[in-house]
Nanobody
């Protein structure tokens, strides 16, 4: 599985961004996918996940502002980020569990076998 994230950039607080993650080589179309982020000096943290059956789950810090989705025709995972805050500044990583996941929602980094290279999001105040 290969994952290529893009769409990051420098924006102001309150702005929106849409991250994209182009994927290839997935052998399980029902594998869970998601997004994590890592801010400077902090541990990597869970952002959002999309289950194999289309369910979603978000961290409390982004719930109501971010939306995860996937387009299997374009082979792309998205993260729509609205009302961005300076504390959203981080490198964002797309992930794929790489195995059958059913309806389970996975929020731990070790649940995912495949990671993209990350895209930087910087939100200025």
């Amino acid at each position: 599985v290969q994952l290529q994230a893009s769409g990051g950039g420098l924006v102001q607080a309150g702005d929106s961004l849409r991250l994209s993650c182009a994927y290839s080589g997935r052998t399980f179309s029902t594998s869970a996918m998601g997004w994590f982020r890592q801010a400077p000096g902090k541990e990597r943290e869970f952002v959002a996940t999309l289950s194999g059956t289309g369910g979603t789950y978000y961290s409390n810090s982004v719930k109501g502002r971010f939306t995860i989705s996937r387009d299997d025709v374009k082979n792309t995972l998205y993260l729509q980020m609205n009302s961005l805050k300076p504390e959203d500044t981080a490198v964002y990583f797309c992930v794929d569990r790489g195995r059958y996941s059913g309806s389970n929602l996975y929020i731990r980094a070790h649940h995912y076998d495949y990671w993209g290279q990350g895209t930087q999001v910087t939100v200025s105040s």
